[in-house]
């Protein structure tokens, strides 16, 4: 069974931090694409970061580029998000998402990803 395990969500102050972990099952992590979207309540589902299996290339959301960095952990079957100088519009609702393909310019997309986690509550107080 395919399973993608968001852990790390909470409430933090704005400024904080916090990390978020992806831990994957069920399919060959290292063949897979790891992103994170987030939806807001009454907002569309964006893309937030992803990193490559094949090269370990990240790309950001300009709305987290420069506080953000993702990473991933062959041996653990995991991705972090490390969120940092938090904002009240990172306020969501964060999901990680594997995808066995993903061409050029479409990481952010959502039909791009096979699998999804159940996602983590982020909760940024101003």
């Known amino acids: 069974e395919v399973q993608l395990v968001e852990s790390g969500g909470g409430t933090a102050q704005a400024g904080g931090s916090l990390r978020l972990s992806c831990t994957a099952s069920?399919?060959?992590?290292?063949?897979?694409?790891i992103g994170w979207f987030r939806q807001a309540p009454g907002k569309e589902r964006e893309g937030v970061s992803c990193?490559?299996?094949?090269?370990?290339?990240?790309y950001y959301a300009d709305s987290v580029k420069g506080r953000s960095t993702i990473s991933r952990s062959t041996d653990k079957n995991t991705v972090y998000l490390q969120m940092n100088s938090l904002k009240a519009e990172d306020t969501a609702t964060y999901y990680c998402?594997?995808?066995?393909?993903?061409?050029?310019?479409?990481?952010?997309?959502?039909?791009?990803?096979?699998?999804w986690g159940q996602g983590t509550q982020v909760t940024v107080s101003s």
């Open positions: 990193i490559s299996n094949y090269d370990n290339s990240t």
């Open positions: 069920g399919f060959t992590f290292d063949d897979y694409v």
């Open positions: 998402n594997a995808a066995r393909y993903s061409g050029h310019g479409t990481w952010d997309l959502t039909p791009t990803y096979d699998y």
